[in-house]
């Protein structure tokens, strides 16, 4: 009798008398408000019709949405068992029909019938709702996406106006006369490294300062190297080319902790962009060795900005290191393809790859995924790397299967490991190859 008086509710689709006949086969189940039925997560083959009370079905990035009589819940999971994409709990006390496929079968054909035509129903307006849902959401993505990218950029153009910035970047030193050289040797496509080598060993001073930071504790080597072709044989042209430019930003900065922490990531970043161009076949190794040594130099100007101007430190702070470094570098009439690339360097971490200019969309997408390797062999949590749009930039350089641990350790990390004992002693360290000499 009791159940009798309970089913006065009519279920959404079903007549008197064909509610009836599901209330004296189904089970009932009572909740007290706050009692869960489903857990996000679990595998549920019963399906739940609301005979009386409020329910609340809700996930972990959305509101709760209320569902009350005659609902009907978990119909998809009915038909599929697959794990529920939603937690549902009672509002306040309520009784709840359930039913599974062994009850619904046991039923009159015109019931049965009756009950499947409606459970499409409610499918058909769920996945409609889902549609409607995606389209908001995507919509909203789109309009975030170019909220950020404006506050990002915003002010960018201002700053080559800017006489604070323009004073700061006239005192900067230059690069030395030989840096700036090669690198601009580098852009002609008609030099070769047997040049470059020859040039290197014509130049006494260029030769001196090889040999006396080749025999130095940043390499680490266990036996002195007198001559520039025993350090050749060694290194290799490409490693003394970027040798040669490290030296030379190195001359650039003061003397001071934080400008060689900063010396010795460019120099990372350099080892390891050089290496990934390598992989992919994407753009020129020795350009992106080049972008790596550089694309820091920005953050050099601001320390000297806030060191100069301690009272406006916060505001410095705010500075886009990436473009301040483009400003320097053009300052320095190094070639375009490098100064913009380190200009847009940082467009990854909030933009499409579309906002970037197609002649230098390769070397952002590698000097971004090679910030994102340094950073992974740093120990940074992988929750806390900016890689939003990280699928996006892998799909340019052909990685889209990889995840970026697996770039990180499974490509850069044994590629650098073949020339592990022309390291520099500090990168071997930071990649867990220090024992390797």
């Known amino acids: 009798m009791k159940k009798q008086s309970e089913q006065k509710v009519t279920i959404n689709g079903f007549n008197e008398k064909d509610t009836w006949t599901l209330y004296k086969t189904a089970k009932i189940k009572k909740l007290q408000p706050d009692e869960t039925l489903i857990r996000q997560g679990d595998t549920v083959k019963d399906l739940y019709i609301i005979l009386k009370g409020k329910m609340?079905?809700?996930?972990?990035?959305?509101?709760?949405?209320?569902?009350?009589n005659g609902g009907w819940i978990n119909a998809s999971g009915f038909i599929k068992q697959t794990p529920s994409r939603i937690s549902v709990r009672?509002?306040?006390?309520?009784?709840?029909?359930?039913l599974n496929e062994n009850i619904i079968n046991s039923l009159d054909a015109n019931i049965q019938k009756l009950f499947y035509k409606h459970l499409n129903k409610i499918i058909v307006n769920d996945l409609n709702r889902c549609e409607l849902i995606a389209k908001e959401y995507a919509e909203t993505n789109i309009r975030l996406?170019?909220?950020?990218?404006?506050?990002?950029?915003?002010?960018?153009?201002?700053?080559?106006?800017?006489?604070?910035?323009?004073?700061?970047?006239?005192?900067?030193?230059?690069?030395?006369?030989?840096?700036?050289?090669?690198?601009?040797?580098?852009?002609?496509?008609?030099?070769s490294f047997d040049k470059i080598s020859e040039q290197i060993a014509k130049d006494p001073s260029l030769t001196s300062i090889i040999l006396k930071r080749v025999n130095s504790s940043f390499y680490g080597f266990h036996k002195k190297i007198s001559d520039i072709h025993h350090a050749t044989v060694l290194l290799g042209i490409n490693q003394l080319y970027q040798l040669l430019i490290a030296e030379g930003i190195r001359t650039t900065m003061p003397d001071h902790p934080s400008f060689k922490e900063i010396h010795l990531n460019c120099v990372s970043i350099s080892h390891i962009a050089f290496t990934l161009s390598m992989k992919t076949?994407?753009?020129?190794?020795?350009?992106?060795?080049?972008?790596?040594l550089l694309h820091?130099?920005?953050q050099i100007v601001i320390?000297?900005?806030?060191?100069?101007?301690?009272?406006?430190?916060?505001?410095?702070?705010?500075?886009?290191m990436a473009?301040?470094?483009?400003?320097?570098?053009?300052?320095?009439?190094?070639?375009?393809?490098?100064?913009?690339?380190?200009?847009?360097?940082?467009?990854p971490e909030f933009s499409l790859p579309n906002n970037i200019p197609e002649d230098i969309r390769n070397n952002v997408a590698l000097i971004y995924m090679s910030r994102i390797c340094y950073e992974i062999f740093s120990g940074r949590p992988k929750q806390e790397l900016p890689t939003t749009f990280i699928k996006q930039y892998l799909r340019i350089l052909g990685l889209e299967k990889y995840?970026?641990?697996?770039?990180?350790?499974?490509?850069?990390?044994?590629?650098?490991?073949?020339?592990?004992?022309?390291?520099?002693?500090?990168?071997?360290?930071?990649?867990?190859?220090d024992d390797l000499q």
Not at 146 to 167: F, H, M, P, R, V
Not at 303 to 320: M, R, V, W
Not at 403 to 421: C, G, H, V
Request: charged residues 20%; aromatic residues 6%; glycine residues 4%.
């Open 145 to 191: 996406i170019k909220d950020i990218y404006q506050k990002c950029t915003k002010g960018n153009a201002d700053l080559k106006k800017s006489e604070l910035i323009q004073n700061i970047l006239k005192k900067i030193p230059k690069l030395p006369a030989f840096a700036i050289n090669l690198v601009n040797d580098l852009m002609n496509k008609n030099i």
């Open 56 to 68: 609340a079905a809700f996930n972990n990035s959305n509101t709760p949405m209320l569902l009350n």
């Open 303 to 320: 320390l000297l900005l806030k060191q100069q101007n301690p009272g406006i430190a916060t505001l410095i702070d705010k500075l886009d």
């Open 296 to 298: 820091n130099l920005g």
């Open 281 to 292: 076949n994407i753009a020129k190794p020795v350009e992106l060795s080049t972008i790596g």
């Open 403 to 433: 995840s970026p641990d697996k770039i990180a350790f499974n490509i850069i990390r044994p590629a650098l490991e073949t020339k592990a004992k022309v390291l520099p002693v500090h990168l071997k360290k930071l990649i867990g190859m």
């Open 90 to 98: 009672a509002v306040e006390p309520s009784s709840i029909m359930i």
């Open 323 to 347: 473009q301040v470094g483009g400003l320097l570098l053009e300052s320095w009439n190094i070639p375009d393809t490098i100064w913009t690339t380190i200009k847009y360097q940082c467009f």
